[in-house]
């Protein structure tokens, strides 16, 4: 039997109380929403317990117990919202180039478009620091938040996803051919993803959490606590540390990270 989205539950999560007619200010405002109040992270993929996409998994994690999760797990519980709000998202994957060319990058990031009156735009909350806070345009129109710029770059028979954000130079941030993806697609890539020994997933804690002043983001053991644009950078002492800033800024009380093996984190192991 399919599971059934709770959408009370969820608007209860982002302390959602706006329209929920299927226009593009309720998109937007419920992107933000959604990215302010359900953070990205990756710990369970370091406490070795896996990571399901069905959305009854989805909703007990991230809606009921309040956690975070990364791309398959945000994209696919808000193309749940969204259908059951009366929009049409698409579900797509992309190869994430920030570190690798496209050649070498496999397709292990999961986003949305979702069509509308005033064009289609790319919705993409799980994409941790770099995320886009709305929705992009599709026609390569620039979308600005608090100056931090993303817009979509035609290349070929491929789009580009590139990002401006808090530096002068732009980066490219994901490639797609945008054609249609399917479920058993995404439970593939979430499969590698969370469990191949060389992914970053696997050797690297990521995690980004929105906050009325700015935002906070840690990469292992370095932490960023950003006021507006204004960055306060500061090394994690130890895995203590880290669940005391979970506690704070996530609002995540997780005891097991004090115990968490991090494989690119010296000394954590």
């Not at 975070?68 to 929009?87: K, N």
């Not at 049409?88 to 496999?106: C, D, G, N």
């Not at 292990?108 to 993409?124: A, S, W």
Request: one cysteine or more.
């Amino acid at each position: 039997m399919t599971s059934q989205l709770n959408l009370d539950a969820y608007f209860n999560r982002i302390q959602w109380g706006g329209s929920t007619r299927p226009n593009y200010d309720t998109l937007a405002q419920l992107v933000h929403a959604h990215m302010r109040h359900i953070p990205f992270e990756n710990l369970d993929v370091l406490l070795g317990r896996g990571i399901r996409i069905d959305l009854e998994s989805l909703q007990n994690k991230l809606v009921h117990a309040r956690r975070g999760g990364y791309c398959f797990e945000h994209a696919t519980l808000f193309a749940a919202v969204l259908e059951q709000l009366g929009f049409q998202p698409t579900r797509h994957s992309s190869r994430v180039v920030l570190l690798f060319p496209r050649t070498e990058a496999p397709r292990t990031h999961m986003f949305l478009t979702v069509p509308l009156p005033e064009g289609t735009f790319v919705v993409d909350p799980g994409f941790g620091s770099l995320a886009p806070r709305v929705p992009v345009p599709l026609d390569g129109t620039q979308a600005n938040v608090d100056g931090e710029l993303h817009w979509m770059v035609r290349d070929k028979d491929h789009w580009i996803l590139r990002a401006q954000v808090r530096s002068d130079t732009p980066v490219d941030a994901w490639v797609t051919t945008l054609e249609q993806d399917y479920p058993i697609d995404f439970e593939m890539a979430n499969h590698y993803t969370s469990t191949y020994p060389t992914s970053p997933f696997m050797n690297r804690i990521l995690m980004r959490s929105l906050t009325d002043e700015g935002r906070v983001t840690v990469m292992n053991r370095d932490a960023t606590i950003w006021r507006g644009n204004t960055p306060h950078r500061f090394e994690l002492e130890d895995r203590r540390a880290l669940r005391g800033l979970l506690a704070e800024y996530f609002g995540i009380d997780l005891p097991e990270v004090e115990g968490m093996r991090v494989p690119g984190v010296e000394g954590w192991n």
